[in-house]
């Protein structure tokens, strides 16, 4: 049900240079599912190269022709999503119902750049001179040196493969150590439909060895990361000093406004399905809950009647309705941000700690009447931990939604227009959703500012990431 584990370097498969080797771990279980082979310096310098080559090939294949394959792969992927769903599910947990989804959107993504390629456009700026031509063109980028965590093994890696490949340039994709086997497998199903050698490659290692020796390389000249916003600032420190490109899409703590004229379980049952998919784990995850006061008992008793019915285990049983955490780290955490809000007079109304059996879960939690200075409350919990406070005014709620270093996702509900427009240009946030959590799309931008980082991805705007612009005048 597992997949084989490999690097892929110059359109192969193996193992390499690898000396070490980590075991990937099932969440549910705690038990192996297979032993990860690491890239050594010498598999790192290969990938570039194999890159460098790859990058010629590829820049000089027509945009149709790069359209077709990116199609086939796509095919490809749609034709094995049971089985790639399965292996997602059991190197990160989530529910495959989850996973299945996941691995559709990120086909859905694949589908969508490969027709974007071929839409690159430039322009031609009339001359001030007669007789003299101006070009703008788009030209891809070059190598792209990208990185991606564990919580959507599918989706994140996906979302650079395809723009880099849309763009035309190649790729070097460091995906997570605790859950390589999707990636593989998207990369077979892209090697199968005819991508040339060094295009794509894709290595594993110590990430902190691999970002530092990719990001240096002179030959690489575009970073694009997903992750915390502390590891996003050091690589962005290390891109900038041979001036690489970068695009970061780094942590969220997304507020959720619930005023005062909405069908208060309606709302309830749409937050809490955002709240507790993938356990929490998700950068864009609803994150603090701001409901006005006249409907704050109301929302926090429907809320945690929800979370406490939740049924937690495997996610491959069909009966699941949320998944372990995918790693041990994750409930030290969550442990971590109970005691402390706790400790400060918050209440919890359900959950607050790990049932009593194996693997990585954390029962799905409501914390109430937390105050301001809970740590929950101003650094991203990554989980299922959902805090509910009241707010009394417009201005006061915008002000603590605003009141964070973060800027990727925010929500509000109103059935007002004058306040959902209102609240929406009020919200500092890359991404807002009015009355729909629903703000990711291929064909949309994906990104935030301020700590959440710089750049999109998805849109035109994640094509526009791996193109640079020439400027042409000629007599």
């Known amino acids: 049900m597992y997949t084989t584990l490999e690097m892929l370097i110059d359109g192969r498969f193996g193992r390499f240079g690898s000396t070490v080797a980590e075991p990937v771990l099932n969440p549910a279980t705690e038990q192996p599912l297979a032993e990860l082979p690491h890239a050594s310096r010498d598999d790192l310098e290969a990938a570039v190269a194999a890159a460098e080559r790859g990058f010629a090939v590829w820049k000089a294949t027509s945009a149709y022709e790069r359209c077709r394959i990116m199609r086939k792969a796509a095919d490809l992927m749609r034709s094995r999503l049971e089985a790639i769903a399965t292996v997602l599910t059991l190197e990160q947990g989530k529910v495959i119902a989850e996973a299945r989804a996941e691995v559709a959107t990120s086909i859905d993504i694949l589908e969508w750049y490969a027709e974007e390629g071929r839409r690159a456009y430039g322009r031609i700026v009339p001359g001030r001179v007669a007789g003299v031509r101006q070009m703008v063109l788009k030209e891809p980028v070059g190598i792209v040196a990208a990185f991606t965590p564990w919580n959507f093994p599918a989706l994140t890696p996906m979302r650079k493969i395809a723009g880099a490949l849309g763009a035309g340039c190649s790729i070097i994709l460091k995906a997570s150590e605790e859950t390589p086997g999707t990636a593989v497998e998207i990369a077979r199903c892209l090697q199968e439909a005819g991508l040339p050698p060094g295009v794509l490659n894709l290595v594993f290692g110590v990430p902190a060895e691999v970002s530092a020796h990719l990001i240096s390389h002179p030959k690489v000249r575009k970073v694009s990361f997903t992750g915390s916003t502390a590891v996003g600032k050091q690589l962005a420190k290390m891109a900038a000093e041979t001036m690489k490109r970068t695009t970061m899409e780094l942590g969220g703590h997304a507020p959720v406004i619930v005023f005062d004229d909405v069908d208060v379980e309606a709302v309830a049952k749409v937050a809490a399905a955002g709240k507790y998919r993938n356990a929490g784990q998700v950068c864009i995850s609803p994150t603090?809950?701001?409901?006005?006061?006249?409907?704050?008992?109301?929302?926090?008793?429907?809320?945690?009647?929800?979370?406490?019915?939740?049924?937690?285990?495997?996610?491959?049983?069909?009966?699941?309705?949320?998944?372990?955490?995918?790693?041990?780290?994750?409930?030290?955490?969550?442990?971590?941000?109970?005691?402390?809000?706790?400790?400060?007079?918050?209440?919890?109304?359900?959950?607050?700690?790990?049932?009593?059996?194996?693997?990585?879960?954390?029962?799905?939690?409501?914390?109430?009447?937390?105050?301001?200075?809970?740590?929950?409350?101003?650094?991203?919990?990554?989980?299922?931990?959902?805090?509910?406070?009241?707010?009394?005014?417009?201005d006061e709620v915008v002000e603590r939604a605003n009141g964070v270093a973060y800027g990727l996702a925010a929500y509000a509900f109103t059935n007002d227009e004058k306040r959902a427009t209102a609240i929406a240009d009020a919200l500092q946030w890359g991404m807002v959703g009015i009355n729909s959590l629903a703000v990711s799309t291929p064909e949309t931008p994906f990104g935030g500012i301020k700590d959440s980082g710089h750049g999109s991805e998805g849109g035109i705007e994640g094509l526009e990431a791996y193109l640079n612009v020439k400027f042409v005048s000629q007599a």
């Open 288 to 394: 603090r809950f701001f409901v006005h006061e006249s409907r704050y008992g109301a929302f926090l008793k429907c809320f945690t009647e929800i979370a406490s019915s939740l049924k937690l285990g495997d996610g491959l049983d069909p009966t699941t309705q949320m998944g372990p955490m995918a790693n041990a780290r994750r409930l030290e955490a969550m442990d971590m941000f109970v005691a402390d809000a706790k400790a400060r007079g918050a209440t919890v109304t359900t959950g607050g700690e790990r049932p009593a059996n194996q693997g990585f879960f954390y029962k799905p939690t409501v914390l109430a009447d937390v105050p301001p200075e809970a740590k929950v409350m101003h650094e991203e919990p990554f989980g299922p931990i959902a805090p509910i406070v009241p707010f009394r005014n417009f």
